[in-house]
């Protein structure tokens, strides 16, 4: 079992960046397949991001060419690079992970038995 905690949210303006943290413990991500997903007030929980154990990418339509998902194993810390942010990103962030080494693309929540608290991310118009 790993445990994952999140930081690096906040309020923001249109156009502005944010790098969110998704901090791991109990085990190591360098087998772990490991994704974002974001919920907005109202609305079902949405895939944003996912990195597999073979560091390939995947990203939402919607995120993609403006977030980007990295790794650092040493630190056994995952981000994701918020840039040219919209209000229509503002949602609680949540890192997710699992140790089956899936291969992309890996969308479902249900792929991801492992999940954070969650990060608020607001951007203002």
């Known amino acids: 079992q790993v445990q994952l905690v999140e930081s690096g949210g906040g309020l923001v303006q249109a156009g502005d960046s944010l790098r969110l943290s998704c901090a791991a413990s109990?085990?190591?991500?360098?087998?772990?397949?490991m994704a974002w997903f974001r919920q907005a007030p109202g609305k079902e929980r949405e895939f944003v991001a996912a990195?597999?154990?073979?560091?390939?990418?995947d990203y939402a339509e919607s995120v993609k060419g403006r977030f980007t998902i990295s790794i650092n194993n040493a630190q056994n810390t995952l981000y994701l690079q918020l840039n040219s942010l919209k209000p229509e990103d503002t949602a609680v962030y949540y890192c997710?992970?699992?140790?089956?080494?899936?291969?992309?693309?890996?969308?479902?929540?249900?792929?991801?038995?492992?999940w954070g608290q969650g990060t608020q991310v607001t951007v203002s118009s």
């Open positions: 990195l597999s154990w073979t560091r390939n990418t």
């Open positions: 997710a992970a699992t140790s089956t080494s899936l291969a992309l693309p890996a969308r479902s929540l249900s792929h991801y038995p492992n």
């Open positions: 109990g085990r190591t991500f360098s087998t772990y397949t």
